[in-house]
């Protein structure tokens, strides 16, 4: 049998996807790293939010890792996936793909963990109601 080597995917869900603009760069004319973060931080919050079915503050965010610098005119594209949730935490894993404009192949260019926590109207934390389906 001969292995066919599947080009790499995306894990978790679309769900935020914008360009990358000029106004956005670092000295270097790449797109600037905390305009990146900024952006994983929007994509996990609103997985972050369907799964507490309200408000969610960003608490933490580990393991983040930056793989290829992010050309100005990228789509960049935020999948996100649900590793775990807690009686008011959700830990969401965080990749972010952009095409190559040369080649038009997707490749990751930076991934993370984001830790939220689901809150009340005033601020206060809550417990994640429990879970009946997957969100989408």
């Not at 080597?5 to 603009?21: S, Y």
């Not at 900024?38 to 799964?51: E, K, P, T, V, Y």
């Not at 608490?59 to 008011?88: K, N």
């Not at 990751?108 to 005033?122: C, N, R, S, Y």
Request: aromatic share 6%.
């Amino acid at each position: 049998m001969i292995a066919i080597n599947k080009p790499p995917q995306p894990r978790g869900d679309l769900t935020l996807q914008t360009i990358a603009m000029p106004k956005d760069t670092n000295a270097n004319g790449d797109i600037f790293g905390g305009w990146m973060l900024s952006q994983m931080d929007l994509g996990s919050a609103i997985l972050a939010q369907r799964i507490a079915k309200g408000r969610v503050a960003t608490v933490a965010i580990s393991e983040m890792a930056f793989l290829r610098s992010v050309p100005v005119g990228a789509i960049v594209s935020c999948y996100c996936d649900l590793m775990e949730v807690g009686s008011s935490s959700m830990t969401i894993n965080v990749e972010v793909w952009i095409n190559i404009e040369s080649t038009n192949k997707p490749a990751k260019v930076t991934e993370g963990q984001f830790v939220f926590v689901a809150i009340d109207d005033k601020g206060n934390t809550r417990k994640v109601p429990p879970q009946t389906d997957t969100p989408s």
